[in-house]
């Protein structure tokens, strides 16, 4: 459940980014990453608030104006994240999906961020 909980935020930060390009990876602090999972706990704590609200909505008007005040709020929640600007979290996204050892630091701080 928690992994897929941190693959749905994965998904905004590459939703958000636009295309991949083949390119070298970054190299990332550990600090950048922890701030990219509190980021990413945020997105989708958000998601799953909006989500059902979405999927409830009459009509596809309706659908995109909730889309488009959940997409505000996914903003907001990753620019209130200290140490990690919009444009940083979708390139750790995207770099993240492209490298797995990175995924895999990623899931880890992930994982201690939860179980504290």
């Known amino acids: 459940m928690k992994k897929m909980l941190l693959t ?3 998904a ?3 939703a ?3 295309p991949v390009w083949a390119q ?3 190299e990332f602090s550990d600090q950048q990453l922890e701030s990219f999972v509190v980021a990413a706990i ?3 704590e958000v998601i799953r608030e909006w989500n059902p609200r979405i999927q409830a909505a009459q009509d596809d008007a309706q659908a995109a104006q909730l889309r488009e ?5 996914l903003v907001e929640v990753i620019t209130q994240t200290e140490g990690i600007t919009i444009e940083e979290y979708q390139e750790i996204g995207r770099a993240a999906q492209a490298d797995p050892d ?3 630091r990623i ?6 961020k939860n179980s504290d």
Do not use: C, H, T
Not at 107 to 112: A, G, K, R, V
């Open 8 to 10: 749905a935020a994965l």
């Open 12 to 14: 905004f930060a590459l």
């Open 16 to 18: 958000a980014s636009g």
């Open 24 to 26: 070298a990876q970054p």
């Open 42 to 44: 945020a997105v989708d």
């Open 69 to 73: 005040q959940a997409n505000a709020e």
């Open 102 to 104: 990175l995924a895999a």
């Open 107 to 112: 899931n880890e701080i992930y994982q201690e």
